[in-house]
């Protein structure tokens, strides 16, 4: 509640006037006068009260008489008043309304109270509440209340004592306070200085404000009594103590050092009085030595005393921190006394308090810099900071090293029995219980037995002091063990990241200011001031050695983690800050530091070794202090969590790592992780502890470069702890977030970290060789990973990262070049396929740098490497394929580079590849790349690895042609525009265009490549390749040889095509015929195919039958070039040689080769034009009328190669081909017909050739096969159409010849079984049938043909009968002895005797010669020349052959056939015979036929045995047929036919009728055997004969009636013999030969019988009548007869008489008998 309210001043009277009421009643009795002034007292107050509006200001001014009752009440020394008055006047004094005049009053009232020891604490609490609520008290006043203060400090009363202690602070406090609020005041008022003169203070002082010159006098006299001088300003001081005044001291400087700034008169008290002072106070500890006995020391040592030393450097702390601006030397001196503070001979807690004061300095950055400028800068100073720096490090030193004298209790307890120490003990020492009582760990340094807890200080930062603060003690309290160091390790700590931390941010603020200035104007190169800079460079120069001293000690010594961690990061900031400030030796240092930790104990690394051997071993003078960095000992008592294999070349046993080093690891991967920028050539240090470290842990490279924690291969097995395998994981990926984060890192960091993988890289090369053992993959595996990362500017590291890359991939060790080749074509994949910008598409020198390693891998011997480099081009093409535009010479070169010693799988990747890119990427690739595509496809078809391959790659070329088909336009668009960029290029540099095929154009060319490849591979030694590349070539040929120019075309043909077929020929004829046992594997091979010979046959035969096609398909075109004429007869001759060729498959083929070429169709000649013309229409396209003249070639038609029409029909693929016009073309066409007439004739002569000499026995060199023979006659029909306009009688006989030695040539038995039919079967084989036709189709001709052909019929008939006879006498073949087939042993086992020649079964063939003869002869038979030629004759002639042999025939089929045949020819023939009856033309004929029919109808040969009967009347039907061709077709025309033949005739039939009986029949047969149907036939024909009315001539009649005679005398005769006989038999039967006679003569009598009732009545003369008649009593006489047989013939022969038993009336009608 305020003071001035108008209810606080109401409150405020009252009170008042109660507190006199209550003061009067008091001294009512004792003290009169006091009554009487309280009582006045009231009413000058209601007085005040009524008088005024501003009542306080008016009790203010009448403070004096208002305070006057109070005061004398306190005079009277009684405490009860006392007490009230001193409330009383409190209360005044809190409302502000004392004044000067009445406060000095109080004062010297209140003196009077104090020298009387009354009321000490209400004394003091007033002079607090006066000094505090106004400023009315100075000067004097001010002093003796201060005085008074100070006066009750030291008296007997503890509690007195500490309140004035305290109120002396406040006091204190309030008069410098008072000060800064009149500076404030007058902040605004510039006001003249007066002059000074002198230095003394009395002097300075008038300068001063007034609260100003109070202060200045307080603290004057402060210096004063610290120093033990008298006071000048606080008169009436009794007493005073130095560490009470030291405390004033420094909470005035601590709490105003503005003061001290400000003004000059106190910067003056600050130099001239307070430096020495201190200075002199610090004497006795600086000479101090502890543990020197005074009996030495020739004058006693003032031993320090712990209060005023520890308050001294309280006081130091302030001014260093607060003055060190005005105290620069004083400072310095201060510094230096504090390092020597340090001391290990100082006294325990001394050290322990000159450490806290260090730490206070520690956590002041800017204070440490200004050190550094004003004296380690400066020459001829004392380098301050570095001793400050090294005095801590080697104060840590001394602690490990320097037994632990002077304080005996701190040995064991942690914590000293001070009440400050029970922060150490919470921190629990070894022997405090943890919860549930087990033991916690305690954080400690432990360094070569020397063990030193670690205690929690200070936080982070702050340096909070324990033993500074410790104003209560006066004896030196006793300091827990490890306190000391863990003072020293904080302030370490924030040294270091106080520095850091500071230099880090001014830099960060300096480049960002840089950035700003550079945008400004970004033409000015903005620099950084260099000062800044300087002094950096200068506080890291001054401090590493010592930090880095102890900081490895300290890490080296620390067991708890987490102090590792603090020393580690402290590390870490330092080597990263001298990377940013560029200052390489330190920074290396400090990372050879980390990097040595992290490694075990004594770990032979050289890079680490070489290095440090500039700091180790090497001391650090500071200022007579030597500081040793001491080498990380080895038996730190540390978890051990791994064990592992060193690096080495050899490996010595095993290595340990700890948790420790470990973490250390940890804090290398931080370093390079974050600060990579700054590592520069560190890199090497970092990443060769790294990969030791990765080494000895077992972490192998994954996909990627990403390591992965994998097994050791061999030796020792890496053991690991759970511990660090969960942590290997995360290790493993802070490795791959190291490289990752190279991306982040400038171009030069960039090129360090390269150039150290790449060294570390080499090394472990070197390791690896010579040896199988795993190498280090760690720096392989990280290129590849910085590579992969640093994708968007890879160009700037491709090359080195690349080239060493290569070189990897060269070593031995395989595991290292695998690693090598998978780093590269990852690198490579992985570039393709990142987006660069620009595109690759757009930089063509990125994307051919990239793809170059590739091709490089291809000099790599290694079968591994150039595995993964195909493995990868085949991904490439998977995932980029489409994209790879310039580079795909580069792909295609590397796919196509095969050897034939790189085994199998190998050559089966590369053909993956190859097969990717045929499939896919033909359209995407440049055109100029299709010729090595093309190139590559036919060296995987060369290889000869794998078969399979070769065959598919084949099958590639077929489809790379028909691409090129498909795309013919765009292709030659583009390759045209490439080729007019080549000719210029080659024009300017004045050389010719170098290109194979040159004059062809560019699309041409890629199609000769093809065939030439192709062409190749046709004459590849193995056979399959052979075949199918002949096929792949013919077809391609076939399929798109229109594309082609006709000049190419030329090239095809000479070049392609019969280069290759004289490459095939002469391989065929020089081959092995060794036997080929198999091939190779379990394949079995068959034995057409089983020596080398047989292959290339094969291989011959393909090749031409391709050419034959090609010739045979593209005739127009090929005839259009001039010289097809010539290259038809190379065809022939080729065709001719293979054909004449010992090679049964060859010749054969030769020959099918040869019809498909005559297979062609003679061009039309009118027709033709018109369809042209209209396909022209139809193609919208106007007729081209072309001059004939300008035709090229011998009357050639041509249309000119760049007219619309060939290039339309060109591209849609038809073939409208000019036709050839005129005669002209006919004439070459006839020669062309010539030339293979003559080959055929050439060819057919050399085969059919019968051998010449030796005896059958003699083995033939070579027998035509009869396939071979037979399409050797299959060509005659087809070439002879295009001859037959010439064909000659002359060439008609040289054909005989051919088809009559190709028919008569034998077959070897052990082929018969596939060419001939089972004997009994009748076949014609396929020659046969081929020889028939042939001679069908010249008959053919002859009968459309032009009279002058016709006289060739002859010789065709003189041919085939030549051919019938075959029939009866097989024809023999040179002298080579046939067998019948019948007899041929078709024997496997006689595999040795040579071959059994095997004569053909002819007779089919002969009959159906024969056949062909009688239907030729059909329709022939008129013709002038066939009867000129007496055709029929040589035909009967030949007949009479077999017709005689009849049942001797091989064949009974063949005489058969041969009667058959004679009556139908004569049948046709007779009638002609008789038209030429007079011409004598027939003459020599008759005779002919009638020995023809006498050879016949009574054969010399008999029937064989085993005819059975129905068979028999079969025969006996035919004779009777020929019985009735004579009485049909000769008999009737007897007056036209020659007499002498029909006396022939009926002697014949005279013969047939009396038939004589053969001997041999059995009983049963007789009858039929007897040829009684015959018989009864020639004498019915007799009879009707002879009966005839028509009789040419006297005689003929005669002859017939006179053997009518004959033969019924002889019936008389046989009749009488049989009748007598019988009867004389008796019982017994008669002969069966008897009987059958006599039933002959009966059926004869019957026959005869029925004549007669059939024949006219005139033609019968009466001897005739007589005789019949005469034969019917021997009839009656033969009933006795018991033959049931005979009775039966009998009745036949007696029914007939009945008709004769009258004699018959001779009747007259109509004028006729």
Not at 81 to 106: D, F, Y
Not at 227 to 250: C, H, I, K, Q, S
Not at 500 to 528: C, F, G, W, Y
Not at 1308 to 1320: G, K, M, W
Request: hydrophobic share 40%; with cysteine.
């Amino acid at each position: 509640m305020s003071t001035s309210t108008p209810e606080a001043v109401k409150k405020l009277l009252e009170n008042m006037q109660t507190d006199l009421r209550s003061l009067s009643m008091e001294c009512k009795k004792k003290f009169p006068p006091v009554k009487e002034a309280a009582e006045s007292g009231i009413v000058k107050i209601k007085t005040i009260a009524a008088r005024n509006t501003d009542i306080l200001a008016s009790l203010k001014e009448n403070s004096s008489e208002v305070v006057q009752p109070f005061l004398m009440g306190c005079g009277t020394k009684e405490p009860k008043i006392t007490q009230l008055c001193l409330a009383a006047v409190q209360r005044l004094m809190t409302h502000e309304v004392v004044s000067e005049a009445a406060a000095g009053n109080i004062i010297n009232m209140l003196w009077q109270l104090m020298e009387n020891g009354l009321e000490e604490l209400k004394l003091l609490q007033t002079v607090l509440v006066l000094l505090t609520t106004n400023t009315v008290v100075h000067d004097e006043i001010l002093s003796k209340a201060i005085v008074l203060c100070f006066r009750l400090h030291f008296t007997k009363d503890n509690i007195t004592n500490n309140t004035a202690a305290a109120t002396v602070r406040q006091v204190v406090t309030v008069v410098f306070e008072r000060m800064v609020a009149e500076d404030e005041r007058f902040k605004g008022i510039v006001e003249q200085p007066t002059p000074v003169q002198g230095n003394t203070n009395r002097r300075s002082v008038s300068t001063l404000r007034p609260s100003a010159k109070d202060a200045y006098m307080l603290f004057q006299d402060l210096c004063q009594l610290v120093n033990a001088d008298a006071p000048y300003w606080l008169v009436g001081m009794t007493e005073m103590t130095r560490t009470f005044g030291l405390e004033l001291l420094e909470s005035v400087l601590n709490d105003f050092p503005g003061v001290f700034l400000q003004h000059q008169e106190f910067s003056f008290l600050l130099k001239e009085r307070v430096c020495p002072l201190v200075i002199k106070l610090f004497s006795p500890n600086i000479k101090f030595r502890q543990g020197s006995s005074s009996a030495a020391s020739p004058a006693p040592v003032e031993k320090p005393y712990f209060p005023i030393c520890m308050r001294l450097l309280r006081v130091v702390s302030v001014l260093i921190k607060h003055f060190y601006s005005l105290l620069v030397t004083e400072c310095e001196i201060f510094l230096s006394l504090l390092v020597k503070f340090l001391d290990g001979e100082k006294p325990q807690w001394l050290r322990a308090v000159a450490v806290e004061s260090v730490h206070r300095l520690c956590v002041q950055p800017h204070l440490l810099r200004s050190f550094c400028q004003s004296y380690d800068m400066k020459q001829h100073s004392t380098k301050v900071f570095r001793d400050i720096v090294n005095a801590l490090g080697s104060f840590i030193q001394s602690l490990f090293i320097v037994p632990n004298t002077g304080n005996p209790a701190a040995t064991n307890a942690p914590a000293g029995g001070s009440g400050s120490g029970a922060q150490a003990a919470a921190q629990g020492g070894p022997g405090a219980g943890g919860q549930g009582g087990s033991l916690i760990t305690q954080a400690a340094f432990e360094y070569r037995g020397t063990w030193i807890p670690l205690m929690t200080v200070s936080v982070q930062g702050s340096a909070k002091a324990t033993y500074l603060e410790m104003l209560d003690k006066v004896e030196p309290p006793s300091i827990p063990e490890g306190y000391a160091m863990s003072v020293a390790f904080s302030a370490l700590l924030d040294l270091v990241r106080g520095i850091t931390s500071m230099i880090e941010r001014e830099l960060a603020k300096e480049e960002e200011e840089v950035a700003v200035r550079r945008e400004a104007n970004p033409d000015q190169n903005a620099q950084a001031e260099p000062e800044a800079h300087l002094v950096w460079e200068e506080m890291v120069s001054a401090c590493w050695c010592g930090l880095l001293a102890a900081l490895s000690l300290l890490l080296d010594a620390s067991t708890d983690e987490t102090a590792t961690e603090s020393i580690l990061k402290a590390e870490l900031t330092m080597a990263s800050l001298c990377g940013r400030l560029g200052l390489v030796t330190p920074r290396d240092a400090f990372i050879t530091a980390i990097c040595k930790a992290s490694l075990p104990p004594h770990y032979a690394l050289t890079v680490l070794s070489s290095n440090a051997t500039n700091l180790n071993n090497k001391a650090y003078s500071i200022q007579g202090q030597t500081v040793q960095i001491i080498s990380p000992s080895s038996e730190s008592h540390q978890q051990v969590v791994a064990v592992g294999q060193p690096l080495t070349v050899q490996p010595q046993g095993t290595v340990v790592l700890t948790a420790k080093n470990i973490q250390c690891m940890r804090t290398l991967l931080n370093l390079a992780h974050c600060h990579g920028a700054v590592l520069g050539t560190s890199w090497q240090l970092v990443l060769a502890t790294l990969q030791h470290l990765v080494w000895i842990l077992g972490l192998k490279p994954g996909v990627g470069g990403a390591l992965k924690p994998g097994r050791a291969v061999e030796g020792p097995s890496t053991v690991l702890t759970t511990a660090v395998m969960t942590d290997l994981p995360f290790i493993s990926n802070i490795l791959s977030r190291l490289f990752e984060s190279s991306q982040y890192l400038d171009d030069v960091s960039l090129h360090h970290l390269i150039n150290a993988l790449c060294s570390l890289s080499l090394e472990a090369m070197e390791m690896a060789y010579g040896t199988n053992k795993e190498p280090s993959l760690f720096a392989v595996a990280k290129l590849l990973e910085t590579g992969l990362v640093n994708m968007d500017r890879i160009e700037i590291l491709w090359r080195p990262l690349v080239g060493h890359l290569l070189e990897v991939c060269q070593h031995p060790n395989a595991r290292m070049r695998e690693w090598g080749a998978e780093a590269v074509t990852a690198l490579i994949k992985a570039g393709l396929a990142y987006k660069h910008d620009p595109p690759l598409a757009q930089n063509q020198r990125l994307q051919l740098l990239l793809l170059n390693p590739l091709k490089e891998l291809s000099n790599v011997l290694h079968a591994d490497i150039r595995q993964k480099q195909l493995e990868s081009v085949l991904q490439i093409l998977q995932s980029q394929g489409d994209s790879l535009g310039p580079g795909w010479p580069l792909v295609l070169g590397v796919i196509g580079a095969i050897r034939n010693d790189q085994g199998e799988s190998l050559i089966r990747t590369a053909f993956q590849c190859l097969q990717l890119v045929v499939t896919d990427f033909l359209p995407t690739m440049p055109c100029m790349c299709l010729q090595i595509v093309v190139d590559v496809a036919g060296s995987f078809g060369l290889q000869n690895q794998e078969l399979n391959i070769s065959l598919t790659s084949i099958g590639l070329l077929w489809n790379i042609s028909d691409y090129f088909f498909q795309r013919g336009e765009a292709i030659t668009q583009d390759l045209e525009r490439e080729e007019a960029a080549l000719q210029k290029q080659a024009r300017e540099k004045g050389e010719p265009l170098n290109r194979p095929f040159h004059p062809a154009p560019p699309f041409d060319c890629l199609w000769l490549c093809l065939y030439a490849k192709l062409g190749q591979l046709c004459v590849d030694p193995r056979p399959a390749v052979r075949k199918s590349a002949g096929q792949t070539m013919f077809s391609t040929i076939a399929a798109h040889g229109t594309l082609l120019q006709q000049s190419t075309w030329h090239i095809v043909v000479w070049k392609v095509l019969f280069h290759l077929l004289d490459c095939v020929r002469k391989s065929s004829t020089t081959a092995d015929k060794e036997k080929i046992e198999s091939g190779g594997g379990n394949i079995l091979i068959h034995h057409s195919r089983d020596t080398a010979e047989k292959q290339w046959a094969e291989t011959w035969v393909l090749t031409l039958a391709g050419v034959a096609r090609i010739f045979n398909t593209r005739r127009y075109l090929l005839q259009q070039l001039g010289d097809f004429f010539k290259a038809w007869e190379v065809l022939l001759d080729h065709i001719q040689s293979a054909a004449l060729s010992k090679n049964n498959e060859v010749s054969l083929a030769a020959l099918k080769s040869f019809q498909e070429i005559l297979q062609i169709g003679t061009p039309v000649k009118d027709s033709a034009m018109p369809t042209e013309a209209l396909a022209m229409a139809v193609m919208g396209v106007p007729p081209v009328l072309i001059d004939p003249l300008s035709a090229s070639g011998p009357g050639r038609h041509l249309l000119r190669s760049d007219s619309m029409l060939e290039r339309l029909t060109r591209y849609n693929g038809a073939e409208l081909q000019a036709p050839p016009q005129g005669e002209e073309s006919a004439l070459e066409d006839a020669a062309l017909w010539w030339s293979a007439w003559n080959t055929w004739y050439r060819t057919g002569t050399d085969s059919t050739r019968p051998p010449s000499g030796g005896t059958g026995t003699d083995r033939p060199s070579f027998v035509p096969s009869q396939p071979f023979l037979t399409a050797l006659v299959q060509i005659v029909p087809a070439l002879y159409q295009h001859i037959e306009t010439g064909f000659s009688m002359e060439d008609l006989r040289k054909l005989g010849v051919i088809l009559h030695g190709a028919v008569s040539i034998p077959i070897s038995s052990d082929a018969s079984p596939f060419i001939l039919p089972s004997y009994t079967e009748a076949v014609l084989t396929s020659l046969q049938e081929a020889v028939l036709t042939a001679l069908d189709v010249l008959q053919k001709a002859i009968c459309v043909g032009p009279e002058s052909l016709q006289v060739m019929y002859p010789a065709i008939f003189e041919q085939l009968l030549l051919f019938v006879e075959f029939s009866c006498k097989p024809p023999q073949y040179g002298k080579l002895e046939t067998k019948h087939v019948a007899n041929a042993k078709y024997n496997q086992i006689q595999l040795f005797t040579p071959a059994e020649w095997v004569a053909l079964n002819y007779v089919p063939f002969a009959e159906r010669s024969l056949e062909v003869v009688v239907d030729q002869y059909h329709k022939t038979a008129c013709h002038k020349a066939v009867i000129n030629e007496k055709v029929l004759q040589n035909i009967i002639k030949t007949l009479r052959m077999p017709l005689g042999l009849k049942y001797a025939c091989p064949s009974e089929s063949t005489w058969k056939l041969a009667v058959s045949s004679l009556l139908k020819v004569l049948s046709i023939g007779l009638p002609v015979a008789r038209q030429h009856a007079s011409s004598g033309m027939f003459e020599t004929m008759w005779p002919e036929l009638a020995n023809a029919f006498e050879d016949f109808l009574f054969t010399k040969s008999t029937p064989p045995d085993n005819v059975s009967i129905q068979e028999f009347q079969k025969n006996e039907a035919i004779d009777v047929e020929v019985v009735q061709l004579i009485s049909t077709e000769i008999l009737p025309f007897a007056n036209f036919i020659p007499k002498d033949f029909v006396g022939q005739i009926m002697t014949m039939l005279n013969k047939g009728s009396i038939h004589s009986q053969s001997s041999s029949f059995t009983e049963a047969e007789i009858d039929v055997r007897m040829r009684e149907e015959f018989s009864k036939v020639c004498f019915e024909t007799l009879l009707q004969f002879s009966f005839s009315n028509k009789v040419s001539t006297p005689q003929e009649g005669y002859i017939s009636r006179m053997a009518l005679s004959v033969l019924l005398k002889r019936s008389q005769d046989v009749l009488r013999r049989y009748v007598d006989d019988e009867r004389l038999s008796g019982r017994c039967p008669l002969p069966r030969q008897q009987v059958t006679e006599i039933i002959f003569v009966l059926k004869a009598i019957s026959t005869l019988m029925d004549s007669l009732k059939k024949t006219q009545p005139e033609n019968v003369d009466g001897t005739t009548w007589a005789q019949v008649i005469a034969l019917y009593p021997t009839l009656v006489e033969c009933i006795t007869c018991s033959s049931s047989e005979v009775s039966s013939a009998l009745k036949e022969a007696l029914g007939p008489f009945k008709d004769f038993m009258q004699p018959p009336v001779s009747r007259v009608q109509n004028g006729e008998s």
